[in-house]
């Protein structure tokens, strides 16, 4: 069965601090992952995606992906309290399909 | 742009009464569409998913159906809810062939 684990949290940063977010996942044939961030109460929202080894970086957050080692982790920098909330990682499997981690959960406290 | 909707928001229903949760996209055609269930405090399980009109797959087994009469419309149905059946039901889009996938609103489902 296809995995993609990530640690539940809480994560707690001080506000302006660097959130570092991991996920490990099973399947040696994913090429797409994705992050999606979901405040509670609310559907999730896509943030990131990345298809390549190495960094990509979009604002505040850096997706890094290493292939080798099945890991992909999402940093935030400068955290802010409105960063707070789930972030699940997803990778792609068969026929289009995503497998979502469980989520970590995010404080950044003031 | 492509925007998906997703309807009620809420809803409360008594164990056994039958369900109907409707979810449209709008500005693309020939979607992959995909339900989704998240139980409190826990990961999204995927349902239904559908790559064209009358076609879909389930991932697990269970007393929810899914259907798909239109190109942009996917409806979550159950016969008789079970106290099992609460949860949070997403709704998801994708392009045909591609990625990422992109949530509705939800609809928090409560089930007495």
């Known amino acids: 069965q296809k995995e993609v684990e990530q640690n539940s949290g809480p994560l707690s940063v001080p506000e302006g601090a660097i959130a570092s977010l991991n996920c490990t996942y099973s399947?040696?044939?994913?090429?797409?992952f994705f992050w999606y961030r979901q405040y509670s109460g609310k559907s999730p929202e896509l943030i990131m995606f990345i298809y390549s080894n190495g960094d990509k970086e979009d604002g505040r957050f850096t997706a890094q992906l290493n292939k080798a080692s099945q890991y992909v982790s999402l940093l935030i920098r400068d955290s802010q309290p409105s960063d707070s909330a789930t972030y699940l990682c997803?990778?792609?499997?068969?026929?289009?399909?995503?497998?979502f981690g469980g989520g970590t959960r995010l404080m950044v406290k003031p | 742009s492509q925007t998906i909707h997703q309807w009620p928001a809420t809803l409360v229903q008594p164990v056994g009464s039958p369900l109907s949760l409707e979810c449209t996209v709008e500005?693309?055609?020939?979607?992959?569409l995909y339900w989704y269930r998240q139980a409190a405090g826990r990961g999204l399980q995927l349902l239904f998913y559908s790559v064209g009109i009358g076609q879909i797959s389930s991932e697990v087994p269970q007393n929810l159906s899914a259907s798909r009469p239109q190109d942009r419309q996917f409806i979550l149905s159950s016969k008789k809810l079970l106290l099992s059946d609460s949860g949070f039901y997403l709704c998801?889009?994708?392009?045909?062939?591609?990625?990422?996938?992109?949530f509705g609103d939800g609809t928090r489902l409560s089930i007495l």
């Open positions: 997803a990778v792609n499997n068969a026929g289009n399909m995503l497998t």
């Open positions: 998801a889009w994708s392009p045909q062939g591609a990625q990422p996938q992109h």
């Open positions: 500005g693309t055609s020939n979607p992959n």
């Open positions: 399947d040696r044939g994913s090429q797409s």
